[in-house]
Each structure stands twice: as structure tokens, then as C-alpha cells.
């Protein structure tokens, strides 16, 4: 039963340009999302959040989108640089309870130059 | 301050052996979550520990078990494994556990199981 879907396994952009790339998720208990970085042989970087009293959340480049109707997130990269070639996941949690993140499977971006 | 640190950084077991995983918690932090990511996966939770106390566990079996130690260490032990096993494990620390509190990931210990 996969919770968080990520339905793009990779996604290649052209660099200056904006990456989006979305994640969807079935369980309504979740209020707490997060989206995480991952290089090569390094553990996932926290990138962004946003809890579900809010619909966006900006940090520099990187904006995330939160649709609750729809359950529908995506992060928004503007613009895009070679250094932002990842694998990026999503997650999401319930604020009650442990820290329990539920991550999708990832999407590997690649920017072009 | 140094983040989040694991080892060993790769490990080669057979089936039915048991294999130790160790975590360093980033300064500061008491709780200490791990994970385990198949090729190809995300990042699945096992469980976590909160000032030495398991604080919430997920879809493993009993042979999946762990230990977090006074300065906030802590310990995955697998027993009896499965070649399904063989995954990355990912440990990650945050400060207080809240759901809210972001949570600093080490490299991984990288486990095959033959």
C-alpha cells in the first residue's frame, strides 16, 4: 500500500529553466510534508516543508505546493542548475504521533546545461 | 558540530547470520530514527527512539530490533537474515522528535545479504 507516490521516476530539465516535479499521497492523517535531496552515496537533505494549514511555502529557489483537496503536492525549482541534479523524494507525516516520515519512491532529476 | 555519522559504511552478510548497524546522533539531538531503502525505493521507516524509549515502530518484524545508548547512539540489529534484507539503512537524528522537527540523515550503511 504506497502512501506517497511519486509517479515520475526521473525528469530532465534544461538549465535557467523551472523542474517541477510532483508527489501524491492516500492517507488523509497526514499534515506535515517535506520534500528531501539525495546525492550519491550521501543520506537525504532536507530541502522544504509545509504543513497543511498552508498551500505554499517559499524558500530562495525552491517553492512548494500543497493541494489538500486534491492531496497533491509539488516543489517548484526556478531556476534550474546543474548542481540541483538529484534524486528528490517526498514525505509526509501525521503531526499526533512519532516522527514517522512515509517517503514515495523518487524522482531522479537531471538538469542539462 | 558534526552531523550524523553510521557505520560500517558497507557490510557483507550470509543468510541467517545477524549484523549489528551503528548510529552517531548529530549534537544536540535525543531521538534517532532509522530507515531502510530497497533499490529503487524510498526510505522506509523501522522505528524510532526517544531518550533511550522506542517512540514508534512500522512495518518490520521482531528480528528488525534496536538500542539508542545515554549520549543518544544507538544501535539496529537484524537477526536471522533474509536476502530481502539487503538494503541501504539510513539512520537520522533530529532534536526533540516532534513531527515538525527535521530530521538530519547519515550516509547509510549499505548491507547485502548473500
Known amino acids: 500500500d504506497q502512501q506517497v507516490k511519486q509517479n515520475s521516476p526521473s525528469l530532465s530539465v534544461q538549465e535557467g529553466r523551472i523542474s517541477i516535479l510532483n508527489c501524491d499521497y492516500t492517507?488523509?492523517?497526514?499534515?506535515?510534508f517535506l520534500w528531501y535531496k539525495k546525492y550519491p552515496a550521501e543520506g537525504p537533505t532536507f530541502l522544504i516543508s509545509i504543513s497543511s494549514i498552508k498551500d505554499k511555502n517559499e524558500d530562495g529557489r525552491f517553492t512548494v505546493f500543497l493541494n489538500k483537496s486534491a492531496k497533491h503536492l509539488s516543489l517548484h525549482i526556478v531556476p534550474s542548475q546543474p548542481g540541483d541534479s538529484a534524486v528528490y523524494f517526498c514525505?509526509?507525516?501525521?503531526?499526533?504521533?512519532?516522527?514517522?516520515?512515509?517517503f514515495g519512491q523518487g524522482t531522479r532529476l537531471t538538469i542539462n546545461p | 558540530e558534526t552531523g550524523v555519522t553510521q557505520s560500517p559504511t558497507h557490510l557483507i552478510k550470509t543468510r541467517g547470520q545477524q549484523v549489528t548497524l551503528r548510529c552517531s546522533s548529530q549534537?544536540?539531538?535525543?531521538?534517532v530514527s532509522w530507515y531502510q531503502q530497497a533499490l529503487g525505493q524510498g526510505p522506509q521507516f523501522i522505528f524510532q527512539?526517544?531518550?533511550?524509549?522506542?517512540?514508534g515502530r512500522g512495518n518490520f518484524p521482531p528480528r528488525f530490533s534496536g538500542l539508542q545508548f545515554p549520549n543518544y547512539s544507538s544501535e539496529l540489529n537484524v537477526n536471522a537474515l533474509e536476502l530481502d534484507d539487503s538494503a541501504l539503512y539510513l539512520c537520522?537524528?533530529?532534536?526533540?522528535?516532534?513531527?515538525?522537527?527535521?530530521?538530519?540523515f547519515g550516509p547509510g550503511t549499505r548491507l547485502t545479504v548473500l
Open positions: 527512539y526517544y531518550r533511550e524509549e522506542e517512540n
Open positions: 514525505a509526509a507525516s501525521a503531526v499526533q504521533g512519532a516522527q514517522k516520515l512515509v
Open positions: 492517507n488523509s492523517m497526514f499534515d506535515y
Open positions: 549534537s544536540g539531538h535525543n531521538t
Open positions: 537520522a537524528s533530529s532534536f526533540s522528535g516532534t513531527a515538525t522537527d527535521t530530521q538530519y
